[in-house]
C-alpha cells in the first residue's frame, strides 16, 4: 500500500502560507515519506516576528478569553485523538499506545493550563516603614516568546510551552524539529478553530543554525522556551544574554535499587522505563545502581522482562519499542556501545541494529568516563552498576554533570524523606523509576540539565512580569 504524503503549511499571521523550499518527513519505521513541510525564509521568519509584536501591542486577548481558548483547544484534541496519535507514531516512531499516552496528557495540560489563566493575581504588600503608601504588584505578559522544541515529544512538549505562553498572555512561535513538524503544525489549526487571536500562535520550520538563529537574534522575542541539548542551551544563553529563557536540556538519570525496595517491582517498571520511546527521554532510565545483596535477583527478573519486549512497528498495539528518530542516531549509538566493549563493558543483551532500530541493551562493568555513561545516550541503553552503600549511591548518582531527576526504590520512610536533599537532581521519584513524570509538576533540573521549571503552574510565573505598584495616597 502507498502512503499518502501530507503536504503541510506554515501558520504566519492567521494564515496558511507554502513556500517554495520543501522538507520531507519520513515515517521512521517504513522510512516511506510521510509528510512534507515549507521551510521558512529569512523573510517569512521577519514577518512572523513582526505580526507576534503587533498582537502583543494591539490585539486584546482577556484572561476570560485566554481560558476558553485553551478549554476549546483540548476539547478539539479530544476529538481528533487518534489522528494525532497516528501522526506521532507515524513520524516520530513512538508506539501507538504511548503515543495516545501523549495525546491523552496533552489534553490535559491545555485544561490545567486553562485554569492558570484565571489565577494570574498580583498581591498587596504590608506596609511596615513607610506611612502614606499603598504597595501591591500585578502580573502582566512578558512580551513574544519563542518555543523551540524537540521531536521525541512533539505534540506534548509543545503544549507545555504554548499553552502557558497563551494563558499568560503572551504570543508564541513554535520553532518544531523538522523531523516532527507534523504535529506541531495540525495543532496550529485546533488554535486556529478554537479562535486564538490573529498573531498570538504562529509556526515556522526550518533548521536551528538557520530559523533558529534568526529567532535568538532578534531582539524583539522576550523569552525563549527550549527543549533539547546542553550545547543548543548554552549557546542560547550567550546569544540572547540578558533575555529569559526556560531551558530543559540533557540528563542521564540515574535509579537507586536499594536492599529493601520492592524488587520484582523495580525489575519490571526499570526494564519498560529504560527503552520507553527507545530511550529517546529526557529522564529516560540510563544508569541503575543496585544494593549488591539484591543485585542477582534484580538482575535475573530485569532480563527477564527485557526479554519480553517486543521491538518493532510503532502502529502495531503491542510493540513496546519502536524505532529511533533516525539512522544517523542508531549509528552514533552503536558506535558508543561498540567504543564501551572495546573498553571492558559486557554486554547482557541487545548491542545490535537493523536500520534505525537498535534494539534494547542492557550493559555492566561499565566505567563513569564511558560516553555510556557520562554522556546522555538518549538512545535504548542502560548500564547497570553495583553498589555497597546507600551513601556510595548517592555519590555514583551526583557524580555527573546533569542532574534532572533521579528516582529510589526502598521501604525505608527515613530514608525517602532525606534523600531529595542527598541528591543533586530536581525531581525525586520514590518507588518507581526516574522516568516518571505527571504535567501538573515542577519540571526542570539543575546543573547541565537547565534551569527553570515547566508545568502549566509553573511555567507560567516565568512568562510573565511582576510589576510593582506604590501608590502615594498622601500625596
Not at 24 to 30: F, V
Request: with cysteine; aromatic share 8%; glycine share 8%.
Amino acid at each position: 500500500m502507498v502512503q499518502l504524503v501530507e503536504k503541510q503549511k506554515l501558520f504566519v499571521n492567521g494564515e496558511w502560507i507554502e513556500t517554495d523550499d520543501m522538507y520531507k518527513i519520513y515515517n521512521k519505521y517504513t522510512g516511506e515519506v510521510f509528510s512534507e513541510v515549507p521551510m521558512a525564509s529569512p523573510e517569512l521568519v521577519d514577518k512572523v516576528v513582526g505580526a507576534a509584536v503587533y498582537a502583543y501591542k494591539k490585539v486584546p486577548f482577556t484572561p476570560e478569553y485566554r481560558h476558553s481558548v485553551l478549554l476549546r483547544v483540548a476539547e478539539l484534541l479530544k476529538q481528533n485523538r487518534n489522528d494525532f496519535a497516528e501522526t506521532i507514531a507515524q513520524e516520530g516512531g513512538k508506539p501507538i499506545t504511548d503515543a495516545h499516552l501523549e495525546v491523552n496528557r496533552s489534553i490535559a495540560t491545555f485544561e490545567m493550563a486553562a485554569d492558570e489563566a484565571k489565577k494570574l493575581v498580583g498581591e498587596i504588600i504590608p506596609n511596615y516603614n513607610v506611612q502614606g503608601r499603598f504597595l501591591y504588584t500585578v502580573k502582566k505578559p512578558v512580551g513574544v516568546v519563542a518555543a523551540i522544541t524537540p521531536f521525541n515529544f512533539p505534540l506534548n512538549l509543545v503544549v507545555h510551552k504554548v499553552a502557558p505562553a497563551l494563558a499568560a498572555g503572551n504570543p508564541v512561535i513554535i520553532k518544531p524539529a523538522s523531523d516532527t513538524a507534523t504535529t506541531a503544525l495540525k495543532l496550529c489549526k485546533l488554535l486556529e478553530t478554537a479562535g486564538v487571536p490573529k498573531g498570538y500562535v504562529q509556526c515556522v520550520t526550518g533548521g536551528g543554525s538557520t530559523v533558529g538563529e534568526q529567532l535568538l537574534n532578534d531582539q524583539r522575542i522576550a523569552h525563549y522556551t527550549f527543549t533539547g541539548s546542553p550545547g543548543v542551551g548554552k549557546h542560547i544563553q550567550k546569544t540572547i544574554g540578558l533575555r529569559k529563557a526556560t531551558l530543559e536540556l540533557g540528563s542521564n538519570s540515574a535509579t537507586i535499587v536499594h536492599h529493601d525496595g520492592d524488587i520484582e517491582q523495580a525489575a519490571a517498571k526499570l526494564a519498560k522505563m529504560s527503552f520507553a520511546n527507545a530511550g529517546q527521554i529526557c529522564i529516560s532510565v540510563q544508569r541503575i545502581f543496585v544494593q549488591k545483596s539484591v543485585a542477582e535477583r534484580f538482575m535475573e527478573l530485569f532480563l527477564r522482562h527485557v526479554a519480553e519486549l517486543k521491538v518493532g512497528d510503532p502502529l502495531n498495539p503491542e510493540t513496546n519499542v519502536g524505532p529511533m528518530i533516525s539512522e544517523k542516531e542508531a549509528i552514533r549509538i552503536e558506535e558508543w556501545v561498540n567504543e564501551a566493549k572495546e573498553a571492558g563493558v559486557l554486554v547482557l543483551t541487545g548491542g545490535k541494529r537493523s536500520g534505525n532500530i537498535y534494539y534494547p541493551t542492557v550493559l555492566t562493568n561499565v566505567a563513569k568516563s564511558m560516553k555510556v555513561v557520562a554522556e546522555e545516550v538518549f538512545a535504548p541503553v542502560v548500564s547497570v552498576t553495583v553498589y555497597d552503600n546507600i551513601e556510595e549511591a548517592i555519590e555514583l548518582v551526583n557524580d555527573s554533570k546533569y542532574g534532572l531527576q533521579a528516582g529510589i526504590y526502598t521501604k525505608d520512610l527515613n530514608l525517602s524523606f532525606k534523600i531529595p536533599y542527598l541528591l543533586e537532581v530536581g525531581g525525586v521519584i520514590v518507588n518507581d523509576t526516574c522516568c516518571f513524570r505527571t504535567d501538573q509538576m515542577p519540571y526542570g533540573g539543575v546543573k547541565e540539565s537547565g534551569n527553570g521549571k515547566e508545568g502549566p503552574a509553573y511555567a507560567i510565573q516565568e512568562l510573565v512580569e511582576t510589576v510593582t505598584v506604590v501608590v502615594n495616597i498622601e500625596g
